[in-house]
């Protein structure tokens, strides 16, 4: 059977039902210029573009892809819908492979509308590109499964919406995105390091701004294991709790 | 041929049995139905035959093949049609049908053909770009049966397909369901109208408290019934005020008490309706109808499982 047939046409689907829909693109252009805004308006000392944009690209990245993909595959559990796919005959890695390309493509869009606003107000020269691309791309990848493992945990679209928050908010500040991790409390330390987007926006505040703290092929490689656990987790979850 | 075969079938939820080792099989091109009232364990047979749950023992098998530990090979083969209709509702008709063709790998030229000929085949056409959230009960169902057999698959799992829609819709279901078999689909039906079973099915099995009491073809199970004479009585007036003395005067025969002031009278041997109407008659209870009944599949049911057809439907609130 052409598994890729299905498994573009699930992509399609969701991209055109659910990320593309114009609430979606809004939320992507407006969260990271309300945080961009917030952090000039509230600084007393003159804050420069350059040094936010890694926590901006970080965040919109988190926000875009965690809650879009808990509430949409509970939505669809709770129609019954998602029936459907699991009774198609593609393996469930390949389904949700599926199901979360959607999401992650819709978190490395959402990446680049920050860089795309910054461009306007600093320069961008001496930013190690692939590094931006290969960072965002894994960002992406980890919020991304990690709304996967939320809407697994969860059986109502509410309870995605705040299971997500119970997550993203904790690391807003924990993940060294606006405050640095050599600012935090020394108990909270372990804290971030076990948290992905810890390695996702030291990565890209050595490429953007040369000032990350941990090597980066260590935080590839923390951002890969990451990505593999999350998704393993949620496989095995999914057999073991909708496949009865 | 057997197309499938159930073996031994348990499932168990968190210690309590909803298949007790249930053992039927499903021969090509044939429409077997599954038989039995709400909670008996139908929709959880379904889901482990086709993959939506797991077995907690025994085999089934497609073409002889086991597919208990594989079920993705043995899902393209399937069609299945849920109980309740689960197309997308923000898709309209035509994309919900090629969406659910591509999900078996179709071909987008391939996909869009069969997609227009069943809309064509379920008098759907005029609804084909409205969305599926706009469409009624009986559109919604067709359209589902519709996505179930795109792909064109060599067995069909109906789950109550005309439960809670109207009659109109339920008996163009019928005819698209006896279409189907006419060109060669094995389907498997569950249902709790016997009245749709008996009509549509060629063998069926009944299913009670998760084990299959009794299967046959429908001329078997009637069997069951034969010798059996019902006469049904409507009188004048209340049938309970001289019940006692009926069955004193009759005590070879069985009553079952209808609405309206129908008696249904059961007895193994011919009747004789004249001493029947002069009883009635001498009591002040006029006779209007005596009707002779053949007994149906919904007797042997009834028999078999002891539970009462009006009981099963109104579990589930239908027409």
Known sequence: MKTWIAFANILIKDMRSYYLKPPNISWGLIFPVAWTLMFFLRSPVPVDVRDLLPGVIALSILFGTTSMLAVTITFERKSRSFERLLLAPISLNLLMLSKTSGAILFGVINAFIPIIFASFMTGLSGIRWPMVLGSVILIAITSTFMGLFIAVSVSQVFEAQTFSNFFRFPMLFLCGLFIPLTDLPVFLLPVSYVLPLTYGVDILKTAINDNGLISVPLSFLSLAAFSVLLFAYSIYNVNRKWIH | ?319
């Open chain 2, 1 to 319: 041929m057997k197309i499938i075969e159930a073996e031994d079938l348990k499932k168990n939820y968190n210690g309590l049995t909803a298949v007790e080792g249930v053992n039927f099989h499903i021969k090509q091109g044939e429409i077997f139905g599954f038989l039995g009232p709400n909670g008996a364990g139908k929709t959880t047979t379904i889901n482990m035959l086709t993959g939506l749950s797991k077995i907690t023992s025994g085999t089934v098998k497609l073409l002889g093949e086991d597919y208990s530990r594989n079920v993705k090979k043995a899902q393209a083969m399937m069609g299945i049609v849920p109980d309740e209709s689960n197309l997308y509702e923000e898709l309209d008709g035509w994309e919900n049908l090629c969406f659910c063709g591509a999900l078996y790998g179709m071909d987008k030229n391939l996909r869009e053909e069969r997609a227009s000929q069943l809309l064509h085949e379920f008098g759907l056409e005029e609804a084909a770009r409205k969305p599926f959230k706009a469409y009624s009960k009986g559109m919604k169902r067709k359209l589902t049966i519709a996505a179930g057999i795109i792909h064109q698959p060599q067995i069909l799992f109906l789950d109550e397909p005309t439960t809670g829609i109207d009659v109109a819709f339920a008996r163009q279901i019928r005819n698209l369901i006896v279409d189907l078999h006419n060109k060669g689909t094995t389907i498997f039906l569950t249902t709790h109208y016997i009245e749709e079973a008996e009509r549509l099915c060629e063998r069926l099995a009944f299913i009670v408290q998760g084990k299959i009491v009794r299967e046959g073809t429908v001329e078997e199970l009637m069997q069951e019934t034969q010798g059996e004479n019902i006469v049904n009585f409507t009188l004048g007036g209340d049938f309970s005020e001289i019940d006692e003395d009926f069955r004193s005067y009759f005590p070879a025969y069985d009553i079952k008490m209808g609405r309206d002031n129908v008696v249904s009278i059961h007895s193994q041997s011919t009747f004789t309706l004249l001493p029947l109407v002069r009883f009635f008659e001498e009591r002040d209870l006029p006779v209007y109808e005596a009707k002779i009944i053949r007994p149906s599949l919904e007797e042997v049911f009834v028999k078999v499982t002891g539970i009462e057809l009006q009981k099963m439907q109104n579990q589930r609130g239908d027409r």
